[in-house]
C-alpha cells in the first residue's frame, strides 16, 4: 500500500491527499508533526527519507518521492484512470502554468519556515498576518485573472473535472481563509473552491477530516 507521510493543515501535503481520493487509491497516513518537539521532520529518521525536512512524502514499495507535484504527476502516470492532466499539449500547460502559479509563486513565500525565519528577524505575529495576506492576495489576483480570462475554465480550473490546477488550489485558498482574505475579492477562485469543497474526494482530504487534526 501507498505511505502518505503528512500533516494535517500542510498545503502541500493536503494536494497529494485530493489526488490520491480523486483517483480512489488507497494509502497509509503517515502524521508528521511539523510543531510538536521542534517538528519531528526534522528527526534524523525522517530526514533520511526528505533531506529538504518537509513533508509530503510518499513511499510505493521501495520508492520514496519527495515534492508534492512530482508525486502527483507519478501518480498520474502510474494510475491514469481519473487523469489530472489532459492530454493536449496546450490543455496541459494551461493545467501546469495554474498549477505552479500556487506552488511556485504564492506557497513557498507563506510555509512554516518562511514564517519562523520572519520571527527570528523579529517580526511580529501581526506583521506576518499581513505578510501572507499580502501575498496570498497577490497570487490569488493573479489565478482569477488567468481563470476568469479563459474560455478553457470550468466549474473547475480546467473544464469541469479536477485537475492538478484544483489539487493546488483548493488548499492555498484554505490557507487564503485562514489568514482572513477576503474570497469575494476573486469570484472565480471562490466559485471553484465552493464548487470542489463538495466533492467527495476533496471533503476527505480536508485538513479538519484528517486523524491528526487538532
Known amino acids: 500500500?501507498?505511505?502518505?507521510?503528512?500533516?494535517?493543515?500542510?498545503?502541500?501535503?493536503?494536494?497529494?491527499?485530493?489526488?490520491?481520493?480523486?483517483?480512489?487509491?488507497?494509502?497509509e497516513?503517515?502524521?508528521?508533526?511539523?510543531?510538536?518537539?521542534?517538528?519531528?521532520?526534522?528527526?534524523?529518521?525522517?530526514?533520511?527519507?526528505?533531506?529538504?525536512?518537509?513533508?509530503?512524502?510518499?513511499e510505493d514499495g521501495d520508492l520514496t518521492l519527495t515534492q508534492s507535484l512530482a508525486i502527483i504527476e507519478y501518480l498520474d502516470e502510474r494510475?491514469?484512470?481519473?487523469?489530472?492532466?489532459?492530454?493536449e499539449p496546450p490543455a496541459r500547460a494551461r493545467v501546469r502554468s495554474l498549477a505552479l502559479a500556487v506552488a511556485c509563486d504564492i506557497h513557498p513565500l507563506g510555509n512554516l519556515r518562511v514564517m519562523r525565519y520572519l520571527h527570528r528577524l523579529g517580526i511580529d505575529e501581526p506583521q506576518r498576518r499581513e505578510w501572507s495576506r499580502h501575498w496570498i492576495g497577490t497570487g490569488l489576483a493573479v489565478i482569477e485573472r488567468m481563470l476568469a480570462a479563459d474560455g478553457a475554465t470550468g466549474r473547475c480550473c480546467h473544464g469541469d473535472a479536477p485537475t492538478l490546477a484544483d489539487c493546488c488550489l483548493i488548499p492555498q485558498v484554505f490557507n487564503a481563509e485562514r489568514a482572513g482574505c477576503p474570497l469575494q475579492s476573486w469570484p472565480t477562485v471562490q466559485r471553484i473552491y465552493e464548487h470542489c469543497n463538495a466533492l467527495d474526494a476533496f471533503r476527505r482530504a480536508a485538513p479538519a477530516a484528517q486523524p491528526d487534526a487538532e
Open 1 to 27: 500500500m501507498l505511505r502518505l507521510y503528512t500533516y494535517f493543515r500542510s498545503s502541500a501535503a493536503y494536494r497529494v491527499r485530493i489526488a490520491l481520493n480523486l483517483k480512489g487509491l488507497p494509502y
Open 29 to 58: 497516513a503517515v502524521p508528521v508533526h511539523l510543531l510538536r518537539a521542534g517538528g519531528e521532520q526534522h528527526a534524523a529518521a525522517y530526514a533520511a527519507r526528505n533531506p529538504a525536512e518537509l513533508v509530503p512524502v510518499l
Open 79 to 87: 494510475h491514469p484512470s481519473a487523469p489530472l492532466l489532459p492530454q
